[in-house]
């Protein structure tokens, strides 16, 4: 198998530093599920042995998901006599973790001194069974072997986020102080996205791939289903809306797999994308039923370690505090497009070219607008880049919602009684904040004379509850840009399009 890595050119080189040094390494990979994790590595090993077969022994192993400690042993033990089947490997295996590392360290022994050993452990936490103490012989072996033989390269992946943060890059114990690198491999960006497409041969505009990446994000095994010759709308009809379609399972298997409590996180992730502009932490505690105090953060920290949620933390509203957003495009689509369909299509199916009628509908486009939205959240530096701001500029957004009896007085029109929302903000380092209203439209967007006595309005309702004195700058965020008008040259001072995306 040879295979092209696309993008991920940072992680490759931090692979291949990890490689070529002289000194034993630590790896700690993760990040969601669908993202790429084994495939870069697999990849990445799999020239170098191509390249170099007499100086490289890779060892792969992946955890079973939902499997007893002897059958992961076995695996374990499978894999051993494929690496090292030179050394006259035996399928010998072990009664437990301990007995299987002794193993492992004497076909070690054997290796000739001038070969690397890369140790290729995914899906780490799933070996890790109750009562294993799996974890506990690694520290063991680590410390006392391994890490005293230069040829060593140790991986350790996972798509359990949080698991791998706690257990091994933040580890307490054995392990303390011992990873040496770490990847947290993301999601591709609108820019990426389309290189990938492009080299698929799939060869799309930026609206397409736009409007494919509203659905998908940028996960690596979603994209391998797009079929080259159909448009956006084609492709997500045949992924979502027929029977046995490919999106319709994967929102259980994605949060079983990331995180060790998925019933709650789902019921966490239900009620952030309730809210299209956030829900304050102490809210969202609140509602959240079943689940104890502390395990409440826990469960929102493994969310956003996951990529699924953003945490934003309001400056100007401490009784807000910290608050949360679904930016995870799949869900967003799921919960609101598929989840209440599911049976029907689970069972026979939609009439062909149902999708393409429904985005007739203002729901859609309504619908589209919120996940633009999501998808400015997950390109806040190319905005900043666009933007000319300094990577210290705090991103943000900001809501007042005034007391009830004082938004039915009779000049809540032209007071601070007057609720709004801004969709995205920058605290920026020189004195400045920059309020960005973010509009998807298919043409140009136009700034009238009651959008712009809106705009005066919302900065106005800004500037005296937070009573900043930082100068305002008002940004359009348009995915077809701005038409000019004698009000966007006064109030506007940049505009950030679609096509700014996909710029390197």
Not at 107 to 125: N, W
Not at 362 to 377: D, Q, R, T, V
Request: aromatic share 12%.
């Amino acid at each position: 198998m040879r295979s092209n890595i696309i993008s991920r050119e940072k992680e490759i080189k931090i692979l291949e530093e990890f490689y070529t040094s002289n000194i034993p390494e630590l790896l700690a990979l993760y990040g969601r599920r669908r993202v790429g994790k084994t495939f870069l590595v697999r990849s990445f090993f799999e020239r170098k042995k191509q390249k170099k077969q007499k100086e490289i022994i890779f060892l792969d192993i992946t955890g079973m998901q939902n499997g007893f400690m002897a059958e992961q042993i076995r695996n374990f033990t499978d894999a051993l006599g494929t690496a090292f089947v030179h050394q006259g490997a035996r399928l010998e295996a072990g009664k437990n973790w301990y007995e299987s590392f002794r193993i492992l360290s004497e076909y070690i022994k054997l290796v000739p001194e001038d070969k690397k050993i890369v140790l290729f452990f995914d899906e780490f936490p799933w070996m890790v069974t109750k009562n294993s103490k799996l974890l506990q012989f690694l520290e063991y072996y680590w410390n006392h072997d391994w890490s005293k033989d230069n040829r060593i390269k140790l991986i350790i992946c996972g798509s359990s986020a949080g698991w791998i943060l706690k257990n091994i890059i933040n580890n307490t114990k054995g392990l303390y102080n011992r990873v040496t690198r770490t990847i947290q491999l993301e999601p591709f960006d609108l820019q990426e996205t389309k290189k990938y497409l492009f080299h698929k041969g799939i060869r799309l505009n930026n609206r397409q791939v736009a409007e494919l990446y509203m659905v998908l994000g940028g996960i690596p095994h979603y994209l391998n289903q797009v079929t080259k010759g159909l448009s956006a709308t084609q492709v997500i009809e045949q992924l979502a809306f027929v029977k046995k379609g490919f999106l319709l399972d994967e929102f259980e298997k994605l949060y079983a797999t990331l995180l060790h409590d998925a019933k709650n996180c789902i019921e966490i992730i239900r009620l952030i994308a309730q809210h299209r502009y956030g829900i304050g932490q102490q809210e969202l505690l609140e509602k959240i039923s079943d689940v104890g105090g502390g395990s409440k953060i826990k469960l929102l920290d493994d969310l956003e370690n996951a990529g699924l949620i953003m945490k934003f933390k309001s400056k100007w509203n401490r009784k807000r505090g910290i608050y949360y957003i679904v930016t995870d495009e799949y869900s967003l689509f799921y919960l609101y497009w598929i989840e209440p369909i599911k049976e029907t299509l689970l069972v026979k199916g939609l009439r062909k070219g149902y999708w393409e009628k429904t985005q007739l509908n203002p729901s859609w486009h309504i619908w589209k607008g919120y996940a633009f939205e999501a998808l400015c959240y997950k390109h806040l530096a190319k905005i900043g880049d666009v933007l000319s701001l300094s990577p210290t500029a705090i991103p943000g957004t900001w809501k007042y919602v005034p007391k009830r009896n004082k938004a039915k007085t009779k000049n809540a029109k032209n007071t601070d009684m007057q609720g709004t929302q801004i969709d995205l903000l920058f605290d920026r380092d020189d004195d400045v904040i920059t309020i960005c209203e973010i509009k998807y439209t298919k043409e140009p967007f136009i700034i009238d004379k009651q959008y712009a006595h809106n705009l005066i309005n919302k900065t106005g309702i800004f500037r005296r509850i937070t009573k900043t004195t930082k100068q305002i700058f008002i940004a359009i965020i348009s995915a077809n840009g701005l038409k000019p008008s004698i009000y966007s040259e006064e109030m506007i001072s940049n505009v950030v399009t679609l096509d700014d995306f996909f710029k390197e």
